[in-house]
């Protein structure tokens, strides 16, 4: 069985760069995707080099087409589950449904493999990102890529939360924050296979929780958060 099942069609055939920053929350879509053509092209090259490379990349396209949803399943590790059972990751906007009701727009957080050991069960070894669109290069654009590796069939444009350092002594889970540099939230582009599965994340309250939080705003509005290291025996056995 696969470790990722998508779609054999796209969500979306088309989506502008400009609706990506408006509906989806990649504000540096454009920035981000030249840097990660750079970093493809010149594999070897320092990062401020990979800065001045991107400036002078040319993206021959202003729309991709984007997936709402992967699935991936987790077959690296026992659990005792159905075999069709899949986890799914979620990027979708805000819509209105068929009877007109407002759907909010979610943007799963999800557990990244460095990409150094893909069945790595280290917490070191992973980072916590925000997914916000799951897309791939057109096809007629393959030629922006340099030299004999094959281009990433999908992509994930993701927004990153802090390293794991020591989980709290209590009840062992990690404390993440988004990351952040100069005022904004720290973007990368990604190979989806770099995902290893979702993440459950749950808000530090404090002592007096904020009441303005919803399951829908708490992503954007609060600062810290608790990694759930108990949603299941896969994720238990990769980060705790």
Known sequence: MSPLLMPKHPSMKSVHFDTLAQDYGAVNFRAVLSRYIAEFNYPNISQS????????????FT?????????????DFPRFQNSNNYDVVHCRPAY????????????????????????????????????????????????IFKGDRPVPKYLVYVEWFTAFTNPDPNHGMYRVSPLIRNGSRVASIIPLSNIRRSAHLFPVFGAVADRSWTADNVLDQCSKFYVNNFSDRHMYGIIY
Do not use: C
Request: proline share 7%; hydrophobic share 40%.
């Open 49 to 60: 080099r990979v800065g001045q490379e991107s400036l002078l990349t040319h993206i021959p």
């Open 96 to 143: 209105v449904s068929t009877r007109n009701v407002p759907i909010p727009g979610r943007f799963d957080t999800v557990l990244v493999n460095s990409g150094h050991d893909l069945y790595s069960h280290n917490a070191k070894d992973h980072r916590i990102a925000r997914a916000r669109v799951i897309f791939s290069i057109p096809d007629f654009a393959h030629g």
């Open 63 to 75: 729309s991709v087409p984007v997936y709402f949803k992967a699935r991936f399943w987790d077959d």
